[in-house]
């Protein structure tokens, strides 16, 4: 049976569509519609690819968003005080820090800086702290790794008991990931560049989430028959036969996968697009709770 190909833009756009309604139907109750602050730092062309993608996702879901673009150069003060304001401003009820920082920023300063309530990116240490407990709840989970479990429930994956392999260890993705699939009843191995034996670790996995950030670093033979492969990686390679000269591949190999596993996420078209989406979720949520708390 050919493995089944996990569309993220699909899923994306229906859920898309139900949190454009869900923002018109706050919008209407509020006065105002949902907002998002986003703070960016320095010129790295991805970062800020990202955030504009962010900013046009809010949109055309009926979500306010504003930005502090600041240079590189910024200082640790100067990227406070842009959190600080976005903290202060009613009508924003979800705050993104786009990571990485530059060096020179304390990044751990900045993630607690950023109010609790508006956490939606759920880096606060407080929300990954409240991730990692048993019996307790963030009152938001970070946006890839929970794209990563929407993508799980729509195949319907089983998670009760299963074995799964978080390839990567990152407190962006590979951590938060990790810890979701335990709630979820998994048992949760993690793998990384010290890990011995590394592809034997991955072939025990009936689910593996690809997050190393390597171009197809994940062969085929690394895999279970019948695993399910959630595809984290979006590695830009050089091919001369592109019109561009360069596409997107992930983590796996992914043609080396297709006659192995039972069902594998795009690259590109996966888990990204899910990502925004779930961050628009989250600015959604924080906006409902605010109001409610009034």
């Given at each position: 049976m050919?493995?089944?190909?996990?569309?993220?833009?699909?899923?994306?756009?229906?859920?898309?569509?139900?949190?454009?309604?869900?923002?018109?139907?706050?919008?209407?109750?509020?006065?105002?519609?949902?907002g998002?602050?986003?703070v960016?730092?320095?010129?790295?062309?991805?970062?800020?690819?990202?955030?504009?993608?962010?900013?046009?996702?809010?949109?055309?879901?009926?979500?306010?968003?504003?930005?502090?673009?600041?240079?590189?150069?910024?200082?640790?003060?100067?990227?406070?005080?842009?959190?600080?304001?976005?903290?202060?401003?009613?009508?924003?009820?979800?705050?993104?820090?786009?990571?990485p920082?530059?060096?020179h920023?304390?990044?751990?300063?900045?993630?607690?800086?950023?109010?609790?309530?508006?956490?939606v990116?759920?880096?606060?240490?407080?929300?990954?702290?409240?991730?990692?407990?048993?019996?307790?709840?963030?009152?938001?989970?970070?946006?890839?790794?929970?794209?990563?479990?929407?993508?799980?429930?729509?195949?319907?994956?089983?998670?009760?008991?299963?074995?799964?392999?978080?390839?990567?260890?990152?407190?962006?993705?590979?951590?938060?990931?990790?810890?979701?699939?335990?709630?979820?009843?998994?048992?949760?191995?993690?793998?990384?560049?010290?890990?011995?034996?590394?592809?034997?670790?991955i072939?025990?996995?009936?689910?593996?989430?690809?997050?190393?950030?390597?171009?197809?670093?994940?062969?085929?033979?690394?895999?279970?028959?019948?695993?399910?492969?959630?595809?984290?990686?979006?590695?830009?390679?050089?091919?001369?036969?592109?019109?561009?000269?360069?596409?997107?591949?992930?983590?796996?190999?992914?043609?080396?996968?297709?006659?192995?596993?039972?069902?594998?996420?795009?690259?590109?078209?996966?888990?990204?697009?899910?990502?925004?989406?779930?961050?628009?979720?989250?600015?959604?949520?924080?906006?409902?709770?605010?109001?409610?708390?009034?």
């Amino acid at each position: 049976m050919a493995a089944q190909i996990i569309d993220g833009t699909v899923i994306a756009e229906r859920l898309r569509a139900e949190i454009a309604q869900e923002a018109a139907r706050y919008a209407a109750q509020a006065g105002h519609p949902p907002g998002l602050g986003v703070v960016l730092v320095g010129d790295n062309p991805a970062s800020a690819s990202y955030v504009r993608m962010k900013r046009r996702a809010c949109e055309r879901a009926g979500l306010h968003s504003v930005g502090h673009l600041l240079p590189a150069t910024a200082t640790q003060a100067e990227v406070e005080a842009a959190v600080n304001d976005l903290n202060d401003t009613p009508a924003i009820h979800g705050i993104l820090v786009q990571l990485p920082l530059p060096d020179h920023i304390d990044e751990e300063t900045i993630l607690r800086l950023v109010s609790l309530d508006k956490d939606v990116d759920g880096f606060h240490p407080i929300n990954i702290g409240a991730l990692a407990m048993k019996g307790r709840d963030p009152l938001f989970t970070p946006a890839t790794p929970t794209g990563v479990m929407v993508m799980l429930r729509e195949i319907e994956a089983p998670l009760t008991g299963a074995n799964a392999v978080v390839v990567g260890r990152s407190n962006i993705v590979g951590l938060p990931v990790a810890l979701m699939l335990l709630k979820a009843n998994a048992t949760v191995t993690i793998v990384h560049s010290r890990t011995r034996d590394l592809a034997a670790v991955i072939r025990g996995g009936d689910i593996v989430i690809a997050a190393i950030g390597r171009p197809e670093f994940i062969r085929g033979a690394w895999l279970k028959p019948g695993a399910v492969v959630i595809d984290v990686g979006t590695n830009k390679i050089d091919d001369p036969a592109s019109e561009r000269g360069y596409r997107y591949v992930g983590d796996v190999a992914f043609e080396e996968a297709l006659p192995v596993v039972s069902a594998i996420s795009k690259v590109p078209g996966g888990v990204g697009p899910l990502t925004i989406t779930m961050l628009l979720d989250n600015t959604l949520k924080a906006a409902w709770r605010t109001l409610e708390s009034r």
